[in-house]
DNA sequence: ACCTGAACACCGTTCAAGT
DNA sequence: ACCTGAACACCGTTCAAGT
């Protein structure tokens, strides 16, 4: 009777069209703006004026949807072409994911507990298995250290943004009565514990490469004459 | 009128006295059984014969009871009184504290998400840092340091839990599904990706140690004249 | 002081039913 | 094929009321 009619009830109305990008972008933002606890499937449906049964038809479960964000936001990470010096390159990528988990409060923790496969994640481990060769690693230890390398500054990240919110108060005041006959040291370096920024960072990245170096090769030999003890 | 039957509802019948310690074993005996996402506060009053809401007089929130458990999880390192050889004492310790993580499913997702500062968490901060400075280590990159150690292996941890559930199969699975031309790299090493044991975890750990020796003293320099760069 | 039941404001996911 | 409302089985936390 009516043909004309029978097309997506998402049309016609104000309502854009439901699509896995819509999704995953509207759930980005709400990350964004309210951290990780502030996102769900009902509240990114909310955002696309439907119900959360909707997000079904193109989303598996809250965890592909978790994915998927993190992926998106990782597509901002920036990737020098020359790389002349591994070093400098390798800093400027893990700067930038480092500044990519920083913007956005949630994606940091996101990244820690996720074991990326993402096309963006990748990407930029690609790039730093490729560095880390061109640095003399073997392949092998290229590959431990990558992960190494994305998970400290994931770690950082998420750790610094847990300062930011009222936290930082709270366990500076918790350090700050600790027992300083107990724990001398702790007492002592308590400013230093929860110290630096992104100064604490490059200090941290140097100290792993530089290990990472150090132990390429002669290690693993040593390691299987533990492992039988 | 009958003023003896005036006590504890919880005393006469099967039900043991309701207290702080009680809450937070059976805590860590659910999230030991159940992992972090088994947990609850309507759990963990069920397995206590109680309402959630009874355990809000002991217990302030979720939060505070999660920082319980870790503490008291944590109060199963081992931490060696001789310590003429720094390096293998380090190793011990950090190996203990592993193995506890690794020991309750979830403790590890706890580790990493926490900013510890229950008496527990001191001891092991306090152990390491007077390690590391007899290692030659300066005050403040030992301060740096400890907090990297704890963070690789809670790292780890997590990441091998997360590897023992089907979650293995499905990330081996995607990897092996990857376009071998646009990574190549990613591609040829996705088994050292995912492999390794107490062997990767003890070339982490070595490689940082020596990074942050490596580091010590001179770097700060550096990084001020980076900074106004 | 400690404990309780009921209520409030949320969750993720499923499923039959609509277009 | 896509979208929906209603339902199911959960959450953390609060609060007046009981002992």
């Given at each position: 009777m009516k043909p004309t009619q029978i097309v997506s009830r998402r049309r016609g109305d104000g309502k854009s069209l439901l699509t896995r990008e819509a999704i995953v972008s509207a759930a980005l933002e709400l990350i964004r703006r309210d951290?990780?606890?502030?996102?769900?499937m009902r509240r990114v449906a909310t955002a696309l004026d439907?119900?959360?049964?909707?997000?079904y038809a193109h989303i598996h479960d809250l965890d592909e949807l978790l994915s998927l964000v993190l992926d998106s936001a990782l597509s901002g990470v920036r990737i020098p072409r020359?790389?002349?010096?591994w070093d400098k390159a390798l800093e400027q990528i893990v700067l930038s994911y480092l500044r990519i988990l920083f913007r956005h409060a949630g994606v940091a923790r996101l990244a820690i507990s996720t074991i990326a496969t993402g096309p963006n994640s990748l990407r930029i481990m690609e790039a730093i298995l490729q560095l880390l060769e061109q640095a003399g690693c073997s392949a092998e230890d290229a590959a431990w250290g990558t992960d190494l390398i994305l998970h400290f500054a994931a770690s950082t990240a998420a750790e610094q943004r847990a300062r930011r919110a009222n936290l930082l108060k709270e366990i500076s005041k918790t350090l700050e009565e600790i027992d300083a006959a107990l724990y001398p040291r702790v007492y002592a370096l308590r400013r230093d514990l929860l110290s630096g920024g992104i100064d604490r960072f490059l200090w941290g990245l140097r100290a792993i490469v530089k290990g990472i170096l150090g132990e390429s090769g002669t290690v693993r030999k040593e390691l299987t004459s533990v492992k039988h003890r």
């Open positions: 951290g990780l606890d502030g996102l769900s439907t119900g959360a049964a909707s997000l020359a790389r002349e010096q």
